[in-house]
C-alpha cells in the first residue's frame, strides 16, 4: 500500500505563486510514474503534470511554462512549483502514483484558490 498527503494548496492572488507538496510512504517500489491531477467544482479530474521513475516530465498545454513538476527521491515527496496562478486554476489538486501494473493511488487533495 501507498499513502500520499497533499499540503502546501492556499488562497492565493492571480499573478502569485504557491508550491503544493505530496509526501507519499508505504511500498515504494515498482513505481512508474507520479504526477498532479486537479478537480474545479462541476469538472472532470484532469492532469496536470507528470513526471515517471527516470525524471521526464510532461505537462498539459494549460499550465506548460507556468508550473514546473518534481521530485525529492531520498524524501519521497513530490512537487508541483505554480507561478503566474490564474482564477481558472481553481481547483483541488491531488497527488497521484502508479505502479507498474497499473495500481493507481490517491491523496485527499489539497484546495488552490486563485482570486482575481
Known amino acids: 500500500q501507498v499513502q500520499l498527503v497533499e499540503s502546501g494548496g492556499g488562497l492565493v492572488q492571480a499573478g502569485g505563486s504557491l508550491r503544493l507538496s505530496c509526501a507519499a510512504s508505504?511500498?515504494?517500489?515498482?513505481?512508474?510514474?507520479m504526477g498532479w491531477y486537479r478537480q474545479a467544482p462541476g469538472k472532470q479530474r484532469e492532469l496536470v503534470a507528470t513526471?515517471?521513475?527516470?525524471?521526464?516530465?510532461s505537462y498539459s498545454d494549460f499550465v506548460k511554462g507556468r508550473f514546473t513538476i518534481s521530485r525529492d527521491n531520498a524524501r519521497n515527496t513530490l512537487y508541483l512549483q505554480m507561478n503566474s496562478l490564474k482564477p481558472e486554476d481553481t481547483a483541488l489538486y491531488y497527488c497521484?502514483?502508479?505502479?507498474?501494473?497499473?495500481?493507481?493511488?490517491w491523496g485527499q487533495g489539497t484546495q488552490v484558490t486563485v482570486s482575481s
Open positions: 497521484n502514483l502508479v505502479r507498474y501494473n497499473g495500481n493507481n493511488y
Open positions: 513526471i515517471t521513475i527516470g525524471g521526464r516530465t
Open positions: 508505504g511500498n515504494m517500489f515498482t513505481i512508474r510514474n
